[in-house]
Structures are given as structure tokens and as C-alpha cells.
């Protein structure tokens, strides 16, 4: 085992054992989806079809606006009812196209096996995967095409495939490591042949010991890629934290992970990857665990991109007693939803459903300068020092504190006594420094 870790971190509890033994299952397919033009990182895409238009699954509805972008795809078969603004789970309103499905599930005619993938190109590759509208499955939703396309400067040595899932209650991960590891071991041999790295990394938290025996076996004839087990700490999967446990290396505050010769891509991605490349197949589904005491029989769904969070509480049995916060992602980094009429996006890997009893924490008090917080930042910053810095409006002055180096992983507001929620303030001030900035030109 691999005993080097990174600074910091906190050990939350776990509550994987709600789900992570129970197989994905298949939610029936909607009747009618809201798929938003903006699922990721960069600029929205461009809608190619307006209403009473009839779609395919895996039609595009939409086209990338520039590199730094992809397009989305019909998730089911039917008729274009709207393109219009829709609730979003990432807040506000997002403009989406809606479909009303036929109840018969065709493909679109450009999804199919493709023959001859070893003689492709890297830029071939890098294509199919944009355009079949690959966003960082873990969460992040970054462009994957961009991330597999470093500057030529910028020389890849390690590509690490992150299997940590250190987020409490979340399992997609681990039942997509136990059910589809030839996929997923394919996708991630195929970024390491796009990057043209000679070592592939790829870590598991040890609280996987299944996940870590069946990669191991997968593995253990195939050159030079090697499986970690890490130790179970909270960020272990935030990528430069990853990078640190497995490498050494640090990635410089604000900086990349190609400023160190690595790249991380999480195995959702690698397995989306797969399906791109070899059947040039969308991202029209993906794995969401439903869970939490607030939620009658927490499962892990494969789902259609679209579907309204509300259909898949009630194919886990519905809401049990009062609702006291729902969350789309996982209690450390996951986004408060008003109202559950928002749609599966393909960053959406959980639904926490938290009791009103759980998810009250009472009224914050007044810091105690007791430093804990200090020394859980797996980033190096003095948490407490930036929120009063924030809370006073010196936003030049956080920013020169690093305010933007923080990575929100929560691991402060977890550990402070005085439950300060410190995460709300350090977002506050980073979208203020961006506001400000964008004003100064």
C-alpha cells in the first residue's frame, strides 16, 4: 500500500453501506425529458432543433460553441415540445430542449460499432469524443476533449484513473468498477494512448476492497499501469490532492495538474470514453446513487439524462417523513435544491435526501480561533482568516490570501465547532473577485 498522503482532510462518516451493495438498476425510461444546453464547464452549446421537431436517442439537439464546449443529446425518442429557460439544478433557469417521448426507444442512425479503433488518430479520437458530448463524469463536468489535449509544452507523463469516491453516501463509482471493469479499464487505456503517457495510475480508497480486487485482477497483466489503494480520507479524489498521495508532486496554487505532468480523469469518464470511441454512443445516461435517511429505499439508477430528480425518488420508494434538504452530489460538495422538478445532468453522480431531524444543525456561533480548520485544508490556507476577510468585504485581499485556491471540499465547516459555514463564504467571495475582475477588465 502506498502509505504517502496529502496535508489536511477530515474523516466524515461514511454512509456508503445505504447502497453500496446493491447492483445499478435500469430506471424505465421517461416519458419526457428536460435536457439543458449547458451540462458543463466552458461556453453553452447552441440548440440545432426547435419545437415540433421529432429526435432520436442519442440525436444531437444542439452543437458546441467552441472549443471549450460540447454538445447534448436527445436521451429519448419523441417530439421537441420546447427549447426554452428551465429549472436547473445548478441554479436559476438554464435555456433546455424538452421532449415528449413516443414510448419507443430507436437510436439514432450514427450510433453504432465502429470498426478499426486502433488505427484512429489522436485527433480522430479526441472528435469522437467531443462529439459525443464528453463532460468530466465525476462531478466536475469539464469538456473531457479539452482535458485530453494538453498544450504541447505542457508533456504528460502520468494519467491516473480515480476510482477514490471519497464523498460520503455516493456508490456510483464503486458499482461501476464491480459491474463494467473491461470498459472502463478500455476507456482508460485509451487516454493514456490519446495523452501518450507510458505509466497509468489507478486509485481506489481502501473502504473498496471488492472494487480493489476486481481491478486488481484486471489489471495485473497489463503493462505499465499499477492499482493503488489508498487510505480512506476526505478529499482523497480531488484531484490534486490525488496527484500528491500517489506521486509527490504538488500542483502550484493556481495551477494544473499539467503543470506536473499528470492528468486525472474519473472512471465514469473512462467507461463514457469506452462507449464514445467504440460504439460512438453519447452521453445520454449515466449512474446516480439515490440516497439518505430521507429517502425510502436508497439504489443506485442508471437513468436518462433529463429525467426530473423527482422520478427517481419515487422509484426508490419516495420521500420518507418531512424533507429537511435535498442535494444534488453528496453532504461535503453537493449543490441545495429548492424543488425537485430539476433534471439528471451528467454531473449528477447522487441525490442526498437528508430528514428534517438530520439536516438540522442549529445557528452558527463566533469563531473560536481554535485553528481546527487550519489544519484540515488540504490546501495549505487559513480558512478562518478568509472568512472574516470575505465577511468584511476585502475581496483583494482574500483574493491575495488565496481565496481562489480553495477547492470547496467542505473539510472546514465540517470540523468547526462554531459550524460556521465557511464554504457559503468563500463561493460568495470568489464569484465577487470574478465580478470585480470582470469589471476592471
Given amino acids: 500500500m502506498f502509505q504517502r498522503t496529502f496535508k489536511g482532510g477530515a474523516h466524515p462518516p461514511e454512509w456508503k453501506h445505504l ?58 425518442t419523441g417530439k421537441v415540445t420546447a427549447v426554452e429557460p428551465m429549472p436547473h439544478p445548478l441554479g436559476s433557469k438554464a435555456v433546455s430542449v424538452v421532449i415528449e417521448g413516443d414510448g419507443i426507444d430507436v437510436w439514432d442512425e450514427g450510433v453504432r460499432p465502429v470498426e478499426n479503433v486502433d488505427q484512429l488518430e489522436t485527433k480522430q479520437l479526441c472528435e469522437m469524443i467531443q462529439q459525443a458530448g464528453l463532460a468530466g463524469m465525476g462531478g466536475a463536468a469539464f469538456p473531457t476533449h479539452v482535458k485530453l489535449s494538453p498544450p504541447p509544452e505542457k508533456s504528460i507523463e502520468i494519467a491516473i484513473l480515480n476510482g477514490a469516491e471519497c464523498e ?32 497509468g495510475i489507478i486509485a481506489i480508497e481502501a473502504n473498496k476492497p471488492d472494487a480493489v480486487r476486481v481491478l486488481a485482477s484486471h489489471v495485473k497483466d497489463v503493462k505499465n499501469v499499477s492499482l493503488v489503494k489508498l487510505p480512506v480520507k476526505y478529499p482523497q479524489g480531488a484531484e490534486k490532492q490525488l496527484i500528491k498521495s500517489l506521486t509527490g508532486r504538488e500542483v502550484p496554487p493556481g495551477g494544473l495538474p499539467m503543470d506536473v505532468a499528470c492528468l486525472v480523469h474519473n472512471v465514469g469518464t473512462a467507461k463514457a470514453i469506452h462507449d464514445a470511441v467504440t460504439q460512438r454512443k453519447p452521453i445520454v445516461e449515466r449512474i446516480v446513487t439515490v440516497t439518505g435517511p430521507g429517502v425510502t429505499e436508497p439504489k443506485n439508477l442508471r437513468v436518462r439524462i433529463g429525467t426530473l430528480f423527482s422520478e427517481l425518488i419515487t422509484a426508490c420508494g419516495g420521500y420518507r417523513g418531512e424533507v429537511g434538504k435535498l442535494v444534488m452530489g453528496g453532504p461535503m460538495m453537493g449543490l441545495a435544491q429548492d424543488r425537485d422538478d430539476v433534471p439528471v445532468i451528467k454531473g449528477t453522480s447522487g441525490i442526498l435526501v437528508v430528514d428534517e431531524r438530520s439536516a438540522s444543525i442549529g445557528s452558527a456561533l463566533s469563531c473560536i480561533s481554535c485553528a481546527r480548520c487550519v489544519d484540515a485544508c488540504p490546501m495549505k490556507l487559513v480558512p478562518t482568516v478568509l472568512g472574516k476577510l470575505v465577511e468584511k468585504k476585502r475581496f483583494e485581499e482574500a483574493k491575495a490570501s488565496g481565496v481562489q485556491d480553495c477547492i470547496e471540499c467542505g473539510c472546514c465547516a465540517f470540523v468547526c465547532p462554531s459550524k460556521i459555514n465557511l464554504v457559503h463564504a468563500f463561493k460568495y467571495g470568489k464569484a465577487e473577485i470574478v465580478a470585480m475582475e470582470r469589471v476592471t477588465g
Fill in 19 to 76: 447502497t453500496e451493495s446493491k447492483p445499478i438498476e435500469d430506471l424505465e425510461i421517461p416519458k419526457r425529458v428536460v435536457v439543458p444546453l449547458q451540462q458543463h464547464l466552458g461556453a453553452p452549446s447552441e440548440a440545432i432543433v426547435q419545437k415540433g421537431d421529432e429526435v432520436k436517442t442519442g440525436q444531437p439537439v444542439s452543437e458546441a460553441k467552441g472549443f471549450v464546449s460540447v454538445p447534448s443529446h436527445a436521451s429519448i
Fill in 168 to 199: 460520503p453516501y455516493l456508490t456510483s463509482d464503486h458499482r461501476l468498477m464491480l459491474e463494467q471493469p473491461e470498459e472502463i479499464l478500455y476507456g482508460f487505456r485509451l487516454i493514456m494512448r490519446i495523452l501518450g503517457v507510458r505509466r
